[in-house]
């Protein structure tokens, strides 16, 4: 559920991740000079032009296959060193096979380099960025309404999840009751918010801005729910249904 400014951050972060990596084959290439290889190799202008494009390109196709991108604005520092780690390394490895295609004769020594150069780099960076990342979707990030359907105590644990979701932009509207008559007025969480009757949902949906519809009932019966379901596909509003057999 990115927004504008997400799918731009995640494209700057593409940018930056090209960048990088070229940096880091560059700064590799450079410091064969310096290390006591047992032999000093060089490519060609266009065998260099060839490995710099594809190692940019490697790397960012591999941040997006882990779904490195997704997890940009994680305030854990082992997910961060993780997945650079694992996308310097499968970045690495498709250098390595796109060698053995094309029949390149590159040191292990500075592959290795280029692999290290390459983590060491975008951990720096993203660390360092990771808060900005949180600022810009807090901030300018679209807002997204969802309305829970259950009063339960599953729902009170959604309800409880989305609210410590909000620096994502999402807003917890209220709740809806199937049986409106033994359902309370409203539910406190870390806020209050108004329970109505699932038979009002139609005008809940025409009335106010809502994008999601999440069912956390304790024993849904999916047939009742079908009417309920198609109206808000007809409204273009998002469902979701949390099943929770598990405690």
Request: net charge positive; glycine share 6%.
């Amino acid at each position: 559920m990115f927004s504008g400014i997400q799918r731009k951050t995640k494209l700057l972060f593409g940018l930056s991740d090209i960048l990088l990596t070229a940096t880091a084959f560059v700064a590799a290439y450079a410091s064969r000079v310096w290390l006591p290889l047992q032999r000093l190799f060089f490519l060609q202008r266009p065998e260099l032009a060839l490995l710099l494009g594809f190692s940019a390109l490697a790397w960012v196709g591999m941040g997006i296959w882990l779904n490195v991108y997704e997890r940009l604005d994680s305030s854990h520092p082992r997910t961060i060193l993780r997945d650079s780690f694992r996308q310097s390394f499968g970045g690495l490895i498709a250098v390595v096979m796109l060698q053995f295609f094309l029949r390149l004769d590159l040191s292990r020594p500075f592959l290795a380099l280029f692999g290290a150069y390459s983590w060491v780099l975008l951990c720096a960076f993203r660390l360092s960025t990771g808060r900005l990342v949180r600022v810009l979707r807090r901030e300018f990030g679209t807002l997204r309404y969802v309305l829970v359907v259950g009063v339960g105590p599953s729902a009170h644990r959604l309800g409880e999840a989305l609210e410590q979701s909000q620096r994502y932009g999402i807003r917890l509207i209220g709740f809806l009751a199937e049986d409106a008559a033994e359902a309370p007025p409203s539910i406190q969480l870390a806020a209050e918010y108004p329970v109505f009757p699932l038979s009002e949902i139609g005008a809940l949906l025409r009335q106010r801005v809502i994008d999601e519809v999440l069912f956390a009932l304790e024993r849904p019966n999916l047939a009742d729910l079908e009417d309920v379901l198609v109206l808000c596909d007809e409204e273009g509003v998002r469902t979701r249904l949390a099943l929770d057999f598990f405690k």
